[in-house]
């Protein structure tokens, strides 16, 4: 049945295609003498009336409209608050729009309803209302162009475009849309005054023509393809088949408009100064998102009243097409829904990824992305199962299999699921972080990227280590909250340890008072005591906190100081030496022997 109701409605197409285009071929010869009868009509009209009238009306409705606008836009208050902030760039787009959409209120008033309230002949009553109604829809379009556009005002644009871009594009919107308003008139004109409707469809393609004119010198800069595409446009609206026009026109211009929704909320939201390539704000997100969420099912309602289809009898309809056309409705609604949820989501944790810049919010640049990978794989799973439905499929029957299979896997990869389970644990111990330096047995480093099943570290070295979560085991931490960093210098058994206390003392002073260290200092060096006597020297010992990760270039500038002062307050640094000592007898014994030797060895 659907293939049949499919199969007559072409071939009802195609007749009517072919007998419009009949129907053309026949009236173009007597076109001439068609609008020969239409300017007797309007001769003949005049005669009653002088010529010009019903144009006279018009400008004067017109002028009387503008002066009602002028008018009203005289007391309107000026708004000159600029402060910068995206709630005032909106409120300064809104009033801006709002008083624009008035002023073209009072224009109305003034000529449409000032004509109105007075009684005319049918004919110049019809003939007026029609071009000032044409104006007043020209300029609705100009005032929509204008809050888009803003060609003269860069901060209220709400599409991204440069000036000059702005300037071109507002210009050929102004143009396209007179043009069209304009034989839309003269063809209710012409339409009452007679003229034969295939003569006058001769009449409105000669006017399209100057449409796809506009449309070739908007777009012949910039992409030459667009040319042809504007003439195809103009072909299947010449030969009635509105249908694929809309269609053509929903293919191209889709992507178009979805992008520019998403580019235009980004550009108005974002903050004065700040990067466009920032993270997206949550409302930017949602809007941009609900908006090319409408821009679809607006493109998919223009199409199916295009194509004459019945909504009532998609609805009601039991066929196999019919089903198949209702679930793929369902299942795109799904889909946008959870684009939306998803963007929403994303968005949220880029803000808070972007915000989290300090160690004080390493947990979260470590938690945020493994959220956003979790929400991102119930989303799709959600989507598809939801879609499936739609669709008619059963998905029980689905997820008990699931069920089965996972059961299967699961005692095949004993291991994946422990290194999972592993992972789990660890961060909700909040073991590691990304950016923290951990060891683990024989493995050390900075955390990098926390896997699936696997940490990777960077040894200071350069290596890197992937490790199952399942073979961390013990992990040792060494950058969470502060690190005690000991130091053990060894000094001669006659230095005064009383005077190297103060040096070490104000050595701790002066690096808490240097701004490039101090910041990392927790506690300043300080000498804890002696540890202890050796062979050679007096060990001392010292100690300092400071933030993990900072000790060693602290300890560095702590040795230099140290060495520098002790040097110039007379303490000796001790080191190993040899001594050798006895009764003289025995040492002039010794050096004798040595002499014979060596002269025995002369030759």
């Known amino acids: 049945m659907a293939e049949e109701a499919a199969a007559g409605y072409l071939a009802g197409r195609v007749d009517a295609?072919?007998?419009?285009?009949?129907?053309?071929?026949?009236?173009?010869?007597?076109?001439?003498?068609?609008?020969?009868?239409?300017r007797a009509q309007l001769e003949q009209e005049w005669q009653s009336r002088p010529p010009g009238t019903v144009l006279g009306l018009i400008l004067g409705f017109i002028v009387l409209g503008f002066v009602v606008e002028a008018g009203y836009r005289y007391f309107i208050p000026k708004r000159n608050t600029q402060d910068g902030s995206v709630a005032e760039r909106l409120r300064s787009i809104g009033w801006r729009l709002a008083v624009d959409l008035g002023g073209v209120a009072a224009f109305t008033l003034g000529s449409a309803a000032a004509f109105l309230a007075f009684d005319w002949p049918t004919r110049t009553r019809q003939a007026v209302i029609g071009f000032l109604a044409a104006f007043i829809v020209l300029r609705l379009v100009i005032v929509t162009s204008r809050a888009l556009l803003s060609p003269r005002d860069a901060r209220l644009r709400i599409l991204p475009a440069s000036d000059s871009e702005a300037?071109?594009?507002?210009?050929?919107?102004?143009?396209?849309?007179?043009?069209?308003a304009l034989g839309w008139v003269i063809?209710?004109?012409?339409?009452?005054?007679?003229?034969?409707?295939?003569?006058?469809?001769?009449?409105?393609?000669?006017?399209?023509?100057?449409?796809?004119?506009?449309?070739i010198e908007a777009f012949w800069r910039r992409s030459r393809l667009a040319a042809v595409y504007f003439v195809l446009l103009w072909v299947l609206w010449a030969m009635r088949a509105f249908g694929m026009l809309w269609l053509a026109v929903v293919i191209a211009a889709l992507p178009v408009v979805m992008r520019l929704a998403q580019a235009s909320v980004d550009h108005v939201l974002r903050p004065e100064g700040a990067a466009a390539a920032g993270p997206r704000s949550v409302l930017a997100a949602a809007l941009g998102r609900a908006l090319r969420a409408l821009v679809?099912?607006?493109?998919?309602?223009?199409?199916?009243h295009a194509f004459g289809l019945d909504v009532d009898a998609l609805a009601a309809g039991d066929s196999v097409w019919i089903r198949l056309v209702r679930g793929a409705v369902h299942a795109l609604v799904i889909v946008l829904v959870a684009d939306v949820v998803w963007m929403v989501t994303a968005s949220l944790i880029d803000q808070k990824l972007a915000a989290a810049n300090d160690p004080g919010h390493a947990r979260l640049r470590t938690l945020l992305p493994i959220v956003r990978g979790t929400v991102a794989v119930v989303l799709i799973v959600m989507t598809i199962l939801m879609a499936l439905s739609a669709f008619g499929v059963q998905v029980g029957p689905l997820l008990a299999s699931a069920g089965v299979i996972g059961i299967a896997i699961g005692f095949g990869a004993q291991?994946?699921?422990?290194?999972?389970?592993?992972?789990?644990?660890?961060?909700?111990?909040?073991?590691?972080?990304?950016?923290?330096?951990?060891?683990?047995?024989?493995?050390?480093?900075?955390?990098?990227?926390?896997?699936?099943?696997?940490?990777?570290?960077?040894?200071?070295?350069g290596p890197v280590y992937t490790i199952p979560y399942g073979q961390l085991g013990a992990v040792q931490n060494q950058s969470r909250d502060w690190v005690i960093d000991k130091l053990t210098i060894g000094l001669t058994f006659d230095s005064d340890l009383d005077k190297a206390k103060k040096l070490i003392k104000q050595i701790g002073k002066?690096?808490?008072?240097?701004?490039?260290?101090?910041?990392?200092?927790?506690?300043?060096?300080?000498?804890?005591?002696?540890?202890?006597?050796?062979?050679?020297a007096i060990q001392i010992r010292m100690k300092m906190m400071t933030?993990?990760?900072?000790?060693?270039?602290?300890?560095?500038?702590?040795?230099?100081?140290i060495k520098a002062a002790f040097d110039a307050n007379g303490i000796r640094f001790a080191h190993p030496t040899v001594q050798v000592a006895g009764p003289a007898e025995a040492a002039a014994a010794a050096a004798a022997a040595t002499q014979q030797a060596l002269k025995a060895s002369a030759p």
């Open 17 to 38: 295609l072919r007998e419009h285009i009949v129907a053309l071929i026949t009236a173009a010869p007597g076109l001439p003498a068609e609008l020969g009868r239409v």
């Open 167 to 180: 300037a071109f594009w507002h210009l050929r919107i102004g143009l396209f849309t007179g043009w069209f």
């Open 187 to 215: 063809k209710d004109w012409l339409l009452l005054l007679g003229m034969e409707q295939a003569s006058l469809r001769l009449v409105v393609y000669v006017l399209g023509l100057g449409l796809l004119a506009i449309a």
């Open 296 to 304: 679809i099912v607006g493109a998919a309602f223009l199409l199916v």
């Open 415 to 461: 291991t994946l699921v422990r290194d999972m389970f592993s992972k789990f644990f660890y961060l909700l111990d909040d073991a590691f972080r990304v950016g923290e330096y951990i060891q683990s047995g024989n493995y050390k480093g900075t955390v990098e990227h926390l896997g699936v099943r696997s940490v990777v570290l960077r040894h200071h070295r």
């Open 510 to 536: 002066d690096l808490a008072k240097d701004p490039e260290l101090a910041p990392n200092i927790l506690e300043p060096l300080k000498m804890q005591g002696v540890e202890q006597f050796g062979d050679f």
């Open 547 to 561: 933030k993990p990760g900072e000790q060693f270039v602290i300890r560095r500038r702590a040795y230099a100081m």
